[in-house]
């Protein structure tokens, strides 16, 4: 019998089929095979090219006659329309940039409450995660600054809002450890504080260490400027910060992105999130360019 011949160099992507409920992230009781439950023969064939950006409002290229990846969704309310009570959450951002704004409206549309929610803030009042605040459907937060959030305090200090503070840098390494599947660590932020409360500390070579534990989400939301439909994932400048942390840290990870480009139109070296991560993509816009605090000169 003649053997298959394999797939030309660069065309095949082994993850875009995955279920998505089957990710292959490494988990701390050992690594997940990507290619164990990838179906044969059920190749995406490419998405028409860039988004038109002529202006501040983005709009995805439409052609009727081009097939879809498996991984990108219509709309925000579709991608995350199973996010259901009780779930975590790891939404990527810091402060208002790089906040996957629109997948966070679709959530409060959508009205799952009880949720658990790690991110580094928690937006502003009406705006970003806070809305969420608004609609009480954050149960707990997992963060480092909440300063800009009146309602945030408000609901923290009348009991109705769980909260767990952590160290911005700690808060970084818990979401990475995650997901590498590393369950645990130890720093040196917070020893001789409260947050040293309960947890173990360590001696190595004359200092101590807090043992922190990794954080893992059912479900990332980040904001991404560019993608393909494998859903390899390119961020813009400052909008990086905690997106690619938070996309790998979540079981089923949903990115809204500008634009969508065409198969090999992202240079491999400039891929920050490898689409093996991502389950779903969906282009949003337009987007609102707020200013978290405005000061002005005094003459």
């Not at 950006?53 to 329309?81: F, H, L, M, Y």
């Not at 808060?171 to 504080?193: D, H, S």
């Not at 001696?203 to 993608?227: I, N, P």
């Not at 400048?237 to 996309?247: D, G, Q, S, V």
Request: aromatic letters at 6%; a negative charge; hydrophobic letters at 35%.
């Amino acid at each position: 019998m003649t053997p298959h011949p394999p797939p030309a160099p660069g065309l095949v992507d082994p993850e875009t089929t995955r279920p998505e409920n089957d990710h292959p992230r490494p988990t701390a009781s050992g690594l997940v095979d990507p290619q164990t439950t990838r179906p044969e023969n059920d190749h995406p064939a490419p998405l028409p090219g860039p988004a038109d950006r002529g202006s501040r409002t983005i709009s995805p290229v439409t052609n009727s006659t081009a097939p879809t990846s498996a991984k990108v969704r219509d709309s925000a309310a579709e991608a995350t329309a199973d996010i259901g009570n009780g779930a975590t959450l790891a939404v990527g951002g810091f402060g208002l940039s790089g906040i996957p704004e629109q997948l966070i409206t679709a959530v409060r549309d959508h009205g799952s409450t009880g949720l658990t929610v790690i991110s580094n803030n928690c937006g502003v009042d009406d705006y970003g995660l806070g809305i969420l605040l608004q609609t009480r459907q954050i149960a707990k937060m997992i963060s480092s600054y909440v300063g800009e959030n009146k309602v945030f305090e408000r609901q923290y200090l009348d009991g109705e809002l769980e909260v767990e503070l952590v160290p911005q840098g700690t808060l970084a390494e818990r979401l990475r450890a995650g997901g590498a599947g590393i369950p645990a660590f130890y720093t040196p932020a917070g020893v001789g504080t409260p947050i040293a409360e309960g947890k173990e500390t360590r001696d190595f070579d004359g200092k101590d260490y807090l043992l922190e534990r990794a954080v893992t989400a059912d479900f990332a939301l980040v904001k991404a400027w560019k993608a393909d439909p494998f859903g390899n994932l390119v961020y813009r400048h400052t909008a990086r910060n905690f997106n690619p942390l938070a996309a790998t840290a979540g079981r089923t990870t949903i990115a809204e992105v500008e634009e969508i480009v065409g198969i090999g139109e992202l240079p491999p070296d400039q891929v920050h999130t490898s689409g093996l991560y991502v389950q779903r993509i969906v282009v949003t816009g337009p987007y609102e360019k707020r200013i978290e605090r405005l000061i002005e000169r005094e003459d």
